[in-house]
């Protein structure tokens, strides 16, 4: 079976959970017998999880840094050859990386839908109500993956999908194969960490609000903020208005894994308090690195720390602040939500994601 990955999101991002999930779909299958081929169709590429590949021959592109203005370019390009090299492969079926159109059906096809953000936030993106831009894609897919059982509900609701389309397969966990590793601590104080973008609905900055609410939290430790990109000038001026100290809070623009995962296994506890994710990759990360979560309950969340975090009401800076004082003070739980974390995290494997993925491969081809 040639199973094609085409360029969509490895143009999009350098780094993030859709290209993290894509890649590791691409490594895992091609580890398995020679049943699975997969590819990568990628003429332009900016991705940075591809170098790391241990079968970059099955990844037909070239990486470039990514420069300003010239997106539109690579993306012409990429849409002019990919149809020439997934001939060449004769595909069992193409795995979209993202939702646009770009050529006329031909092969057997698979999406995967990660959340709905666009749709549920749309005023964010300065879009209307009926905002739906899935929704050609999702008509012409044989069938759709979703992340989360979370996500299959916004799905139906938003699109009115047949259900029966639709298969729920949960995302591997990266950091099982960092467990053995060395542990270099990074920084030497005592920290918070918050991995993730800073968007309105991330809900970021009521992380800095709780902090600041005990004096004794907010002079004995610090915060580590990880993605997002650089702190904005209207990110800072919301801060000084706040009286926050600078000297307090650390971003982070991005991390290799190896520093992430030295991050987590150091930290106090995980900070996630977002208003709506379609998974939470973060919180299994924590999990299996023995690092407690603090998380919202919103959204697909629940569904995935079940027992094993403490979780509060994201529009409550007090529910906050009171579990970010638990784990600071209460040694005894900190270690069983770490017990509880352990095992928990267990239930999301990169060979499970396979398994599942292949059998639905299997089944439209």
């Known amino acids: 079976m040639n199973i094609i990955f085409d360029f969509k999101i490895f143009l999009q ?6 290209s993290r999930y894509f890649f590791n779909l691409f490594e895992y299958i091609n580890k398995r017998n020679n049943k699975y081929n997969a590819f990568i169709i990628s003429p332009v590429y900016y991705n940075e999880y591809l170098n790391s590949s241990i079968f970059k021959y099955k990844i037909i592109g070239t990486k470039f840094p990514k420069i300003k203005f010239t ?21 069992s079926l193409i795995h979209t990386t993202d939702y646009q159109i770009y050529s006329k059906k031909k092969y057997p096809l698979v999406v995967t839908v990660h959340d709905l953000i666009h749709e549920i936030y749309h005023k964010d993106f300065g879009k209307k109500n009926d905002f739906r831009p899935k929704e050609k894609i999702l008509d012409i897919a044989d069938h759709i993956i ?17 259900e029966k389309k639709i298969s729920v397969v949960y995302h591997g966990n ?3 194969e960092f467990i053995h590793n060395r542990i270099n601590p990074i920084f030497q104080f005592k920290y918070f960490l918050y991995v993730g973008g800073r968007k309105r609905y991330k809900n970021y900055f009521s992380v800095i609000e709780a902090f600041k609410s005990n004096k004794q939290i907010y002079n004995d430790y610090k915060i580590i903020f990880v993605g997002g990109g650089k702190l904005l000038d209207s990110e800072k001026k919301k801060l000084v208005e706040n009286n926050i100290d600078l000297s307090k809070l650390i971003f982070l623009d991005r991390t290799n894994d190896q520093d992430l995962f030295n991050l987590y296994k150091n930290a106090v506890a995980l900070i996630y308090p977002s208003f709506y994710e379609g998974f939470g990759m973060p919180i299994i990360e924590a999990m299996s690195i023995g690092c407690p979560v603090i998380s919202s309950n919103s959204s697909s969340l629940t569904e995935v720390f079940g027992d094993a975090a403490i979780s509060f009401t994201p529009s409550s800076i007090s529910e906050l602040t009171n579990n970010i004082e638990k784990i600071a003070f209460d040694n005894d739980l900190r270690k069983k939500i ?15 994601c396979i398994d599942e993925t292949l059998t639905i491969y299997n089944k439209i081809i």
């Open 13 to 18: 991002q350098n780094y993030g959970g859709p």
């Open 71 to 91: 997106g539109v370019l690579s993306n012409k390009i990429n849409r002019l050859l990919s149809n020439f090299f997934i001939e060449k492969k004769q595909p």
């Open 146 to 162: 979703c992340v989360s059982q979370n996500t299959k509900r916004d799905l139906i609701k938003f699109y009115k999908v047949d």
């Open 174 to 176: 990266t950091f099982q």
């Open 338 to 352: 770490i017990d509880l974390g352990f095992k928990r995290s267990q239930k999301f494997s990169w060979e499970r």
